[in-house]
């Protein structure tokens, strides 16, 4: 039972463009959601997260935009970088603390 | 400072062998979770230690099982290995009830 999806497998963007990133989630308990971004052979970096009292939240480049009626969050990169290319999770959970869904992944690409 | 460091970072096993692996969390950290990554998939949550104790679980056999020490190490361990079992085992660490989490880069284990 996937609780967090990203539909997207893989995102090539051009340099200094908007990237998208998409995630749905179907559990309406959830009230905290993060972003992580991961390189080959790393561990994945926490990059931006979202609380479900607010819509959205901005950390220099990244932005995460969070619908709760549609249960669908986004996160913005602008703009894009080469070094941006990794493969993006975004996971959720029900309370802080609490065990975290991971969405299957969406590997960006950015061409220089 | 350092980080979540985690060891073996990869290790090869064969049906039904037993397999133990380690996790040490960022300085200051309390509470570490484990989580399982198979091929082309999102991490998957297998448990979460505070206090030396299992405080959530994911929907995983008793096969896995967990300890905590003192000093918030952690180790994961696997018995009566099976195929299905290999995957890339992250450990993440936080503060209780603290986001977010930060991952260690993992042990890749195979199963033969």
């Known amino acids: 039972d996937q609780q967090v999806k990203q539909n997207s497998p893989s995102l090539s963007v051009q340099e200094g463009r908007i990237s998208i990133l998409n995630c749905d989630y179907t559990n309406s308990m959830f009230d905290y959601f993060l972003w992580y971004k991961k390189y080959p052979a790393e561990g994945p970096t926490f990059l931006i997260s979202?609380?479900?009292?607010?819509d959205k939240n901005e950390d220099g480049r990244f932005t995460v935009f969070l619908n709760k009626s549609a249960k669908h969050l986004s996160l913005h990169i602008v703009p894009s970088q080469p070094g941006d290319s990794a493969v993006y999770f975004c996971a959720a959970s029900a309370m802080a603390g609490n065990q975290f869904y991971f969405g299957t992944g969406t590997s960006l690409t950015v061409i220089p | 400072d350092a980080g979540v460091t985690q060891s073996p970072t990869h290790l090869i096993k064969t049906r039904g062998q037993q397999v133990t692996l380690r996790c040490s969390p960022k300085?200051?950290?309390?509470?570490v979770s484990w989580y399982q990554q198979a091929l082309g998939q999102g991490p998957q949550f297998i448990f979460q230690?505070?206090?030396?104790?299992?405080?959530q679980r994911g929907n995983f056999p008793d096969r896995f099982s967990g300890h905590q020490f003192p000093n918030y190490s952690s180790e994961l361990n696997v018995n009566a290995l099976l195929l299905g079992d290999s995957a890339l085992y992250l450990c993440?660490?936080?503060?209780?009830?603290?986001?977010?989490?930060?991952f260690g880069d993992g042990t890749r284990l195979s199963i033969l």
């Open positions: 230690y505070y206090e030396e104790e299992e405080r």
């Open positions: 993440a660490s936080s503060l209780v009830g603290g986001q977010p989490q930060h």
């Open positions: 979202i609380s479900s009292i607010k």
């Open positions: 300085s200051g950290h309390d509470t």
